[in-house]
């Protein structure tokens, strides 16, 4: 019966040890599928970062290009 006892125990603890590795893959699934979505949110914020400073150069370009042309038009053409 010494026997049986010890294969019992170690049959419990095997159980215990899968519910745990189980436990330990779930959360490590979580731990990833939140870092992925953190991924996804902050990439998100860098594509409209770089849209709203693509505006931004755009905006100075064309601002900066109708200064030049007023520039332009007010000096006195020389010959």
Known sequence: MGDQGHQ??????????QQH??????TI???QDAAEQKIDELT???????KNNQG???SMEQATAGQIQNQ????????
């Open 8 to 17: 019992d125990d170690l049959a419990v603890a095997m159980q215990l040890m």
């Open 29 to 31: 699934q979580a731990q």
């Open 21 to 26: 590795m189980i436990q330990m893959q779930q």
């Open 56 to 58: 931004h150069v755009f």
């Open 44 to 50: 998100a914020k860098v594509d409209q970062l770089l």
């Open 72 to 79: 332009n038009q007010r000096q006195p053409q020389s010959n």
